[in-house]
């Protein structure tokens, strides 16, 4: 009854729709390019002329996933623009929301997505057959992120509460108390989950990047701090543009990003837990040393193991939010609006998203602009996979798309693309 | 509560086509007498099944690609039958409707009663409105769901 594959060949879905294409001649890999055809610069001429709070109304749909990122970065680019430093429980309700889309995001991946990979089924449904259990205990786990984005944002996709300045409405300490018996739960679950998915075989293939992610003076980073690389960058959000530049190619819609005078870098869970470990809180560094992960982790198929730390990570912070939460004076802070230019970066499941505004004197936005993780890491994803499918290219056609699909995943460029990678289209000349 | 119903429309609104599972359930919050759960989602596999959860029927409407002539209605009763083998021939998300249906079957979780209304969509260009034929599908499809729960609790 149950069908083989989820195949999907064309997707609407506006996280991202794509291909990925090998070349191969004379037995060696010529080019690997994933073609990606993503929205976000509908997005930005969408923007244009609308009110400034409109904006993270607007690009929270850019995503069903991580829209809170897109809400994050939005709002933090406005504030700069307006002069609005938000009171400190604003800034924590933004950081339990970023928890709850963490949780919901990585879980996501890590059990309907990736894990069916490395236990040896064609998917989740099928892994459901043997592991009903786990997968039960899955869907709960997620719904726990979704709690938090359904009672901070208002609802579970799209969230519809957050407001340049803060949210139209907070929450009472006595609304977020049923969260906490839910998430002590979901962190012993996301405690299991380390263990179980540190055990899956792992390939060798301990690559060199240059990871660039948000860097706090002493929070993990979801919503603040300087842009770091391991390579050396270190600096304000507001020089991004000097550090880091966008090129068109031919094969894709999305731009891609590059370090100017560097070439490719890589951004999302590998990338902060490398450069961020010792800002975890004690609880998830004990399960990383646990799960055999070092203070760096370079091999991409171990980043199932490191999306599991940073759930723990997640959970422990949202109990560690709501535990010391003060109800806010005022549910937002107000100011007029001003011309002016802001930018701001923020941490989405998949890694570092950066978005730059122009305001003109009413709050009308003149200019947008945005760059998703997953265009910044699809140059590297295209080196990985040409440097991987050389190895596999003596496997027929159908195996190595099944292993491209599964090292794609490693990289969780979208939903839609990691359910399942569309097409592969293998060149043997 | 044994005799909840539940309408899942699924969908983008601002993709064309791909927002019409979600202009049925708007159309069905003025048609419906009965008390009966409605709720528009994007389609995420996982977020379905929890919906569906506890409920005795449920009717899920997404857009689909099948190359049949756009506006074409597809009823499907997923209780005794899969969804056909491809996604993308009935649906426009990825780990989406498929993905919960199946997995609510292995679980054991879907509702006595799930039936899948699938229309056939033209275009999915951002920012663009239904097509016409697909917009008057999503009526044809709002009346024949209307006439199904009347049936079952008049």
Same mark, same amino acid.
């Given at each position: 009854m149950a069908r083989k594959?989820?195949?999907?060949? =064309?997707?609407?879905?506006?996280?991202?729709?794509?291909?990925?294409? @090998? @070349?191969?001649?004379?037995?060696?890999?010529? $080019?690997?390019?994933?073609?990606?055809?993503?929205?976000?610069?509908?997005?930005?001429?969408? *923007?244009?002329?609308?009110?400034y709070l409109e904006a993270p109304d607007i690009t929270a749909r850019i995503c069903g996933i991580c829209p809170v990122a897109y809400q994050m970065s939005a709002v933090h680019s406005m504030e700069k623009i307006l002069g609005i430093r938000i009171s400190e429980p604003l800034r924590e309700l933004r950081r339990l929301l970023y928890c709850g889309e963490w949780i919901e995001s990585h879980v996501l991946h890590i059990y309907m997505l990736h894990a069916p990979d490395f236990l040896g089924y064609d998917s989740v449904i099928h892994m459901a057959k043997d592991h009903g259990d786990l997968v039960r205990k899955a869907l709960a786990f997620k719904k726990i992120?979704?709690?938090?984005?359904?009672?901070?944002?208002?609802?579970?996709?799209?969230?519809?509460?957050?407001?340049?300045g803060g949210f139209y409405k907070t929450p009472t300490k006595r609304e977020l108390a049923p969260l906490v018996e839910k998430l002590k739960w979901a962190r012993d679950a996301a405690l299991d989950t380390v263990r179980l998915v540190a055990k899956f075989d792992f390939?060798?293939? /301990?690559?060199?990047?240059?990871?660039?992610?948000?860097?706090?003076?002493?929070?993990?980073?979801?919503?603040?701090?300087?842009?770091?690389?391991?390579? !050396?960058?270190?600096?304000?959000?507001?020089?991004?543009?000097?550090?880091?530049?966008?090129?068109h190619v031919e094969h894709s819609t999305a731009l891609h990003s590059q370090i100017v005078g560097r070439g490719p870098y890589f951004v999302g869970p590998l990338a902060r837990y490398s450069l961020n470990f010792d800002r975890l809180s004690p609880l998830a560094q004990q399960a990383a040393r646990e799960a055999g992960l070092g203070k760096t982790c370079t091999n991409p198929f171990r980043s199932i193991v490191v999306r599991a730390v940073e759930v723990v990570y997640a959970c422990d912070e949202a109990l560690r939010i709501i535990d010391a939460y003060v109800e806010p004076?005022?549910?937002?802070?107000?100011? /007029?609006?001003?011309?002016?230019?802001?930018?701001a970066a923020t941490e989405a499941p998949r890694g570092l998203i950066y978005h730059h505004y122009e305001l003109t004197a009413d709050g009308s936005i003149?200019?947008?602009?945005?760059?998703?993780?997953?265009?910044?890491?699809?140059?590297?994803?295209?080196?990985?996979?040409? $440097?991987? @499918?050389? !190895?596999?290219?003596?496997? &027929?056609?159908?195996?190595?798309?099944?292993?491209?699909?599964?090292?794609?995943?490693? =990289?969780?460029?979208?939903? $839609?693309? $990691?359910?399942?990678f569309l097409r592969l289209d293998v060149d043997r000349g | 509560m044994a005799s909840r119903v539940i309408v899942l429309g699924i969908g983008n609104i601002e993709r064309g086509d791909d927002g019409a599972?979600?202009?049925?359930?708007?159309? *069905?919050?003025?048609?419906?007498?009965?008390?009966?759960?409605?709720?528009?989602?994007? !389609? /995420?596999?996982?977020?379905?099944?929890?919906? %569906?959860?506890?409920?005795?029927?449920a009717y899920l409407i997404d857009a689909c690609v099948s190359n049949a002539p756009a506006g074409t209605v597809h009823r499907i009763d997923a209780n005794h039958a899969s969804l056909p083998q491809t996604s993308s021939d009935l649906s426009t998300?990825?780990?989406? *409707?498929?993905?919960?249906?199946?997995?609510?079957r292995?679980?054991?979780?879907? &509702?006595?009663?799930?039936?899948?209304?699938?229309?056939?969509?033209?275009?999915?260009?951002?920012?663009?409105? %239904?097509?016409e034929p697909v917009a008057t599908a999503t009526v044809i499809v709002a009346d024949r769901i209307r006439s199904e729960i009347e049936e079952i609790s008049p």
């Open positions: 594959t989820i195949k999907v060949d =064309y997707l609407a879905r506006v996280e991202g729709e794509g291909a990925f294409k @090998v @070349v191969v001649r004379d037995g060696a890999v010529k $080019s690997a390019e994933l073609r990606i055809f993503e929205p976000p610069r509908f997005y930005e001429a969408f *923007l244009r002329g609308r009110s992120g979704n709690d938090i984005m359904n009672l901070l944002g208002g609802r579970e996709i799209h969230p519809i509460n957050v407001r340049v390939p060798d293939n /301990e690559r060199d990047y240059e990871f660039v992610s948000l860097r706090h003076p002493n929070e993990y980073p979801f919503n603040e701090g300087r842009v770091v690389s391991s390579k !050396g960058i270190d600096i304000p959000v507001e020089d991004y543009d000097k550090h880091f530049k966008e090129i004076d005022k549910p937002y802070i107000a100011a /007029e609006p001003r011309a002016g230019v802001g930018c003149k200019s947008a602009r945005i760059v998703p993780p997953t265009s910044q890491n699809q140059p590297t994803i295209e080196r990985d996979l040409t $440097s991987f @499918v050389a !190895g596999w290219l003596d496997l &027929p056609d159908v195996e190595l798309q099944h292993r491209c699909e599964q090292a794609i995943r490693n =990289y969780d460029p979208c939903i $839609s693309c $990691s359910t399942h | 599972g979600r202009a049925v359930a708007r159309l *069905l919050r003025y048609m419906l007498s009965a008390p009966v759960e409605i709720v528009e989602q994007d !389609g /995420e596999a996982t977020a379905l099944l929890a919906k %569906l959860d506890g409920a005795a029927s998300h990825g780990f989406g *409707l498929a993905a919960a249906i199946e997995l609510g292995t679980l054991g979780q879907l &509702p006595p009663r799930t039936i899948v209304y699938a229309i056939e969509a033209e275009s999915f260009a951002a920012g663009a409105p %239904l097509s």
